[in-house]
């Protein structure tokens, strides 16, 4: 799913404030989502700490909340607290 400048997007990294960006994609799978593809307004990547908590909004909507795999891509929370198994722990 594209999420453009049409969708007033902000990204949150860490527990930052939200700021502005011009775009991203949320991948879906049938285990897992991925946000990735962040490109802020200036036509930078936007770079995330690896293992730092992720958050986009449309508007005023959340529509991820991740955790970074890596600078540029979160997998969406509930798949990043899945136990070795590939069960899910309790949040």
Excluded: C, W
Aim: net charge negative; no cysteine; hydrophobic share 40%.
């Amino acid at each position: 799913m594209h999420i453009g400048p049409e969708a007033d997007p902000k990204i949150r990294v860490e527990g930052g404030d939200p700021l502005p960006m011009a775009q991203a994609e949320i991948v879906r799978d049938v285990a897992r989502s991925y946000l990735q593809q962040v490109i802020d307004r200036q036509g930078n990547p936007v770079v995330f700490p690896p293992g730092g908590r992720v958050t986009l909004y449309a508007g005023d909507a959340e529509v991820f909340v991740g955790q970074a795999e890596s600078n540029h891509t979160a997998v969406d929370l509930l798949s990043a607290q899945a136990d070795i198994d590939g069960g899910y722990v309790d949040i």
